[in-house]
């Protein structure tokens, strides 16, 4: 029987709570999350969370407010450099501040308790759940098409697969972190072997004189007139489609020398997506013309029905093998978001605890999974993306500024890497352009996506911040926790002290090393 475990002090971390051994790990060693997540691995994460559908299906949201084919393509090279500098900055805080929860983390360590926990609060509420609910719509839309060729499949149908879906690839999660990561590698290896396909056609077709579109004479010929404020909102599109650079910094704790295979991942990832995206607009012009592009609602689907012929049924086929690998790296960084959530005090004590045998974040992923199924039910999964996209935008600039005000605070903190200060300061300059604009054109928009993260806020007050709760409160919770403590086989995991490795202070290091786990 799993003892049950005093709930911890709201606000407190649940590296203080006693550590309860398992029985096959080693002798006096607790249960931990294990370091499985390899290079490899860690570029599957961030390659497999970037590209999803959307390269396939819809890349004419840059292409319409760009309004020249050669507009659009400088907005995705420059995207791509941006997404690259704050991957960068991320970097960098990922290595100083070496705890699970991406800027989460960041932001609670730099900007206190209510910040990181307005983060946590759109993220747990909407973020995830719609944006993963999404996904798996999609990749069953694109699964039951063929068996509707005349017709919409039904919707309850289209639900039903997404929620199996759902189903399996969270049960893959809860069963093995390598599990996990082995569906992200080959979904993400499989999608850009679909997309190197669309490349070489691409390449083909220009070998063969199919380029009118890449003249500089015709690339930048408007089908509309240039405007500042499409030309913004194209490069805030094109900032969209390279969401989820950062999720790598959700599970830092579980990679494989995260000082050296954080920055390596990160360096090797974004110019690949970036190359890809490029490309791949690329060669969707060599086959069709912006107009034709602009009107179709699968761009890949169009171009293989226009190049490949027989063989055309290979880009839906793509399209769901993509955002199936979306979903299963989007259930496998957001638990983690969750689980770092619980052990800092600001979620439920049961959601930071993992399996004693496997060392998989259960409650994390389950509790992701009923959000999910959740959003499945509602519908205004779109509009409610519309609301907080602003939001999650806004984080990032946050925690960019973040690593400047570190840097003022601390300036004395060991970084493995330290970047010059150059780069997060042009990354917020842009963040700051298309902040204001966002503001500017979609205030309502903006408003009620502030409004959504606000009501985090008495939440907060009422249930972190507050601590001298009743009584009859704490052992409720306490055993709820313990019964579904039993349930799932969890405890709490064993957190090492001073992960940092300061070579300034490697003999106090080996010190902490030595002692024992503190208890609350």
């Known amino acids: ?70 507009m659009a393509i400088i907005v995705w090279v420059t995207t791509g450099i941006i997404t690259a500098i704050g991957a960068l900055c991320y970097a960098e805080l990922g290595v100083t501040i ?20 307005l983060r946590l609060w759109i993220a747990v509420l909407v973020i995830y759940p719609t944006n993963q609910a999404v996904i798996a719509l999609t990749f069953s839309n694109y699964i039951l098409q063929p068996f509707f060729p005349s017709c919409f499949p039904p919707e309850g149908g289209l639900r039903l697969l997404a929620a199996g879906c759902l189903l399996l690839l969270t049960w893959v999660n809860c069963y093995s972190v390598r599990w996990a990561t082995c569906v992200q590698d080959i979904f993400t290896a499989g999608k850009l072997l679909a997309l190197g396909l669309i490349i070489i056609m691409g390449v083909v077709q220009i070998c063969k004189g199919h380029y009118y579109w890449l003249e500089p004479a015709h690339a930048f010929e408007t089908f509309r007139d240039y405007d500042v404020g499409l030309i913004a909102l194209s490069f805030l599109q094109g900032s969209f489609a390279y969401g989820g650079w950062n999720f790598l910094n959700y599970v830092t704790e579980e990679l494989v020398d995260p000082y050296r295979n954080l920055p390596c991942a990160i360096f090797i990832s974004i110019p690949v997506v970036t190359f890809v995206y490029v490309f791949a607009n690329v060669a969707y012009v060599t086959a069709m013309s912006p107009q034709e592009l602009l009107a179709s609602n699968a761009v890949a689907v169009t171009f293989g029905e226009k190049l490949l012929g027989v063989m055309s049924w290979i880009m839906p086929i793509s399209v769901a093998l993509s955002t199936f690998g979306g979903v299963n790296g989007s259930l496998f960084t957001s638990s983690r978001l969750f689980f770092a959530g619980a052990r800092e005090g600001q979620l439920p004590c049961l959601l930071a605890m993992i399996h004693i045998t496997r060392c998989t974040p259960i409650p994390a992923l389950v509790f992701t999974l009923i959000s999910t199924l959740l959003m499945l039910c509602t519908s205004d999964i779109y509009t409610l993306i519309n609301y907080v996209g602003f939001i999650n935008y806004l984080f990032y600039g946050v925690t960019v500024a973040g690593q400047i005000v570190l840097r003022i605070k601390q300036p004395d903190i060991y970084r493995p890497i330290k970047v010059s200060l150059l780069w997060p300061v042009i990354y917020l300059l842009f963040w700051a352009f298309l902040l204001v604009f966002s503001l500017y054109s979609e205030p309502v928009v903006c408003g009620i996506g502030l409004a959504i993260m606000m009501t985090g806020v008495p939440v907060y007050f009422l249930g972190v911040y507050w601590e001298n709760k009743p009584q009859c409160f704490h052992i409720i919770i306490g055993k709820m926790t313990h019964l579904c403590q039993k349930l799932c086989l969890v405890v709490y995991p064993d957190m090492v002290k001073n992960p940092v490795p300061n070579p300034q202070k490697k003999d106090q290091n080996k010190e902490d090393d030595k002692s024992p786990q503190m208890n609350a």
């Open 98 to 117: 070496p705890k699970s929860g991406g800027d989460y983390s960041y932001v609670k360590d730099i900007f206190g308790g209510l910040a990181g926990f």
């Open 1 to 70: 029987m799993v003892p049950p475990v005093p709930a911890p002090s709201p606000g407190s971390s649940h590296s203080d709570t006693p550590v309860l051994q398992s029985k096959d790990a080693g002798e006096g060693s607790g249960v931990a999350l294990k370091k499985q997540i390899g290079l490899v691995s860690a570029c599957g994460i961030i390659v497999g969370n970037i590209i999803g559908s959307g390269i396939f299906v819809s890349p004419k949201g840059v292409l319409e407010n760009a309004s020249s084919v050669g």
